[in-house]
Nanobody, 119 residues
Framework: EVQLVESGGGMVQPGGSLTLSCGASGFTFSAFDMSWVRQPPFRGPEWVSAISATGRTYIADSVKGRFTISRDNANNTLTLQMNNLSREDTARYYC?????????????WGQGTQVIVSS
C-alpha cells in the first residue's frame, strides 16, 4: 500500500522558514518522480515543486529562489525547504507521487500539512 506522510507544517511569521518532510512507503521511492502540491484557501491546487528520480528539479515561479526541493532515497524522504515565507504561501501542502512529469500528473497524495504565514 502506497503511503505518503507529510510533516513540518505550522504557523510562521512573514519572512520565516519551514521545512516540510514527506515519508514514503509501499513503493520503490527511488524509482519515482515526486512533487509538492499546495492548495491555498478557496483556490485550486498548485504544483509547487518536483524532483525526478534522477534529480532533475522543477520550481514554480511563485516560489523560485525561496523554496528548495530535495530527496533522500536511502530514507525514502522528500523535503521542501521554504524560506522567506509570505502570506501568499499559506496553504495545505501535499506530497504527491508523479506519474507523468510533463503533464503534472500525479496518482497518490498524502494527507497534507498546513502552513499558515501570519503576523
Amino acid at each position: 500500500e502506497v503511503q505518503l506522510v507529510e510533516s513540518g507544517g505550522g504557523m510562521v511569521q512573514p519572512g520565516g522558514s519551514l521545512t516540510l518532510s514527506c515519508g514514503a512507503s509501499g513503493f520503490t521511492f527511488s524509482a519515482f518522480d515526486m512533487s509538492w502540491v499546495r492548495q491555498p484557501p478557496f483556490r485550486g491546487p498548485e504544483w509547487v515543486s518536483a524532483i525526478s528520480a534522477t534529480g532533475r528539479t522543477y520550481i514554480a515561479d511563485s516560489v523560485k529562489g525561496r523554496f528548495t526541493i530535495s530527496r533522500d532515497n536511502a530514507n525514502n524522504t522528500l523535503t521542501l525547504q521554504m524560506n522567506n515565507l509570505s502570506r501568499e504561501d499559506t496553504a495545505r501542502y501535499y506530497c504527491a507521487r508523479v506519474t507523468k512529469w510533463e503533464a503534472g500528473q500525479t496518482d497518490f497524495w498524502g494527507q497534507g500539512t498546513q502552513v499558515i504565514v501570519s503576523s
